[in-house]
């Protein structure tokens, strides 16, 4: 079992940024796929990006890409999520979450708790 920690979420205006990290722990985190996901009030929760194991291919949702980045430090069992012009229908509760494949985010386990993004217009 993974154990998922997220932080840096926050308060920020339309137009701005901010990054995300999620923290693993417990099993070897470069076996898994990581992913972010997010959840808006009264929506269900979608996908926003997912990582290789190796860090060399990422797959965005359509609705956030050429604006967010998606990164990770197998070293450090650490994966990002760097997120650039920011619209107020960014926000939501992130999460990350592991799996086995990069290109099946429905597949994505082990959540974590979460951390609030706010998008100010």
């Known amino acids: 079992q993974v154990q998922l920690v997220e932080s840096g979420g926050g308060l920020v205006q339309a137009g701005g940024s901010l990054r995300l990290s999620c923290a693993a722990s417990?099993?070897?985190?470069?076996?898994?796929?990581m992913g972010w996901f997010r959840q808006a009030p009264g929506k269900e929760r979608e996908f926003v990006a997912t990582?290789?194991?190796?860090?060399?291919?990422?797959y965005y949702a359509d609705s956030v890409k050429g604006r967010f980045t998606i990164s990770r430090d197998n070293a450090k069992n650490t994966v990002y999520l760097q997120m650039n012009s920011l619209k107020p229908e960014d926000t939501a509760v992130y999460y990350c979450?592991?799996?086995?494949?990069?290109?099946?985010?429905?597949?994505?386990?082990?959540w974590g708790q979460g951390t609030q993004v706010t998008v100010s217009s």
């Open positions: 979450a592991c799996g086995e494949s990069f290109t099946a985010p429905g597949s994505f386990h082990s």
């Open positions: 990582i290789s194991r190796s860090g060399f291919s990422t």
């Open positions: 417990g099993r070897t985190f470069s076996n898994y796929a």
